[in-house]
């Protein structure tokens, strides 16, 4: 009767302690340490101003300074308050999250992209989006994503945008 027992706790002697796992499966992790929501994941700045740094923390030299509201970022790793993140032109740094949004939004990535009636390259043209202009994100399905803009809603290729999964 005892055997089972001690057999069962000798085998779990032997099994690397949970933090040894994690520590293992960091680089392949799909869920942020602090939020639990999933990496990488789009959100957008909140912050008229916002400065990208170098590491996670004010005492770390600013990279760069987004003054750009609305634009969509790729949020790549967390540490406490802040962020690790992707710009649109593969710049990457930390900013507080709370210069961030949970708003959907894209920019458009080329010249003239046709915002569409329908999720088909067939359906009617409704009007054309210059580049790095920022809509927001409703909802994306196969290759294609709702988006608005200005008022007016529509369709366009999800390649066609940066923010869009």
């Not at 992209?113 to 390259?121: I, K, P, T």
């Amino acid at each position: 009767m005892y055997l089972p027992r001690l057999l069962c706790l000798a085998l779990l002697l032997l099994l690397p302690p949970p933090a040894a796992v994690q520590a293992v499966e960091g680089p392949a992790a799909t869920e942020g340490s602090v939020t639990g929501l999933p990496l990488p994941r789009f959100v957008s700045i909140k912050a008229g101003k916002a400065n990208l740094r170098a590491g996670p923390g004010q005492k770390y030299p600013v990279r760069w300074t987004y003054l750009r509201r609305n634009l969509p970022v790729q949020i790549v790793g967390e540490h406490e308050n802040w962020r690790e993140i992707r710009d649109p032109w593969g710049e990457e740094g930390w900013l507080h999250a709370s210069l961030l949004s949970g708003r959907r939004t894209a920019v458009v990535r080329g010249d003239l992209v046709a915002l569409r009636d329908g999720s088909d390259e067939a359906a009617p043209v409704l009007m054309y989006l210059e580049r790095r202009v920022i809509v927001t994100v409703e909802a994306c399905r196969a290759s294609w994503c709702r988006i608005s803009v200005d008022g007016r809603a529509g369709w366009l290729p999800a390649d066609a945008v940066y923010g869009a999964d």
